[in-house]
């Protein structure tokens, strides 16, 4: 069955997290994807050595391309890429700002000369403003946006969220961008120019507590696991372990007060009559919630909460999740073999995006070079 992108080409001058999780989305839809590396590769093949010796994030994102390495101070090879990108519909790029510009790349140059292409340019601020030019990874972003001050608990002080969220949700931006602008083609006839940020994305990400210290007036405390904005939504001790609940409505409120902690006196409190109460007063009622709980038993609690549909959950390790029953996991092809990781979530009439392999450095320099320009490749 043809995906929704197959016969559309992709050029990615990409490197790192970001800009590959845009294009792994597109191959991932059937797009063809040439990915251009620097000589040495992509400097995230060198972050770990985890997936058999190759590195975790680039056997994640690289899935499904055809690697081409590049040497841009070579005129053969500016001249190859601009082959490439003359037969694209999509030009993604993550160079530092000013760069791709330097190297005629520049999204405003390319457009001119190709008005159907859609470029995407990814930096680590937005264009126009003050710090555009400078260096940007995802910890300092994490941390520059103000998420790391709402991240952890009143005695950690700041944290790094545990995945590189800021680059992660850039590039699944990038990946929404860029199938508006195609869906804009299709009508129009014209490609567009994108441009995003790891700033604005996490920045954007962050507008509950923006507004909350915006309009309210009040500054967003580190709670762990704990939801600013509702209670009772927490981890609780058990006789043989914990539980984390999530109570959502003032309906399921007196149902779990009522009818799982047994405790109608709990129902009728008064001082818990509404979320915005019981948030006020999350201390006295966690604890009347804990005393509850604490001399019962998991299987006892999860019967309950399963009987009167409420949310709840366990706080698994990465090696709880590997043994997850909801968990799904399938082989990608590596140069090393293959390597079992977590499956793209999306499924499309029943069926997941096929797993397509990793390309070894340089794989398709030859196939690609003849293709584009026969210029010799890389010794």
Known sequence: MAQALEGIVVVALEQAVAAPTASCKLADAGARVIKLERPEGDFARGYDGFAKGQSSYFVWLNRGKESCRVDLRRPEDLALVAAMIAKADVFIQN??????????????????????LITCDISGYAPGTPHYRRKAYDLLI??????????????????????????????????????????????????????????????????????????????PARIGLAHPSIAP????????????????????????????????????????ASNVLRVSARAAL????????????FAEVAAALDRHAIAYGTVSTVGGLIDHPAATALPVPTPKGPIEMLAPPVLVDGARAPMRPVPALGEHDDALRAEFGRQPALS
Not at 107 to 112: D, P
Not at 286 to 297: A, C, K, N, Y
């Open 233 to 272: 939504y927490g981890v609780f001790s058990l006789l043989d372990g914990e539980v984390l609940i999530s109570i959502q409505s003032e309906r399921e409120w007196q149902i779990f007060a009522r009818d799982v902690l047994e405790s109608p006196e709990l129902a009728g409190d008064a001082r818990y």
């Open 142 to 219: 994490q941390a520059e946006a103000g998420l790391s001050a709402i991240t952890g608990t009143p005695e950690s002080g700041p944290s790094r969220i545990g995945i590189s969220i800021a680059d992660i949700a850039t590039g699944q931006a990038a990946y929404a961008a860029i199938l508006e602008a195609l869906l804009k083609r299709a009508r129009t006839g014209e490609g567009s120019a994108i441009a995003l940020s790891l700033f604005d994305t996490l920045a954007e990400l962050m507008n509950v507590p923006y507004i909350t210290r915006r309009h309210g007036g009040i500054e």
């Open 286 to 297: 966690d604890g009347e919630v804990q005393t509850r709980l604490g001399r019962r038993r």
């Open 95 to 116: 160079l530092a700002p000013g760069a791709a510009e330097r190297l005629g790349l520049g999204s405003a140059a390319l457009r001119e000369r190709h008005p159907r």
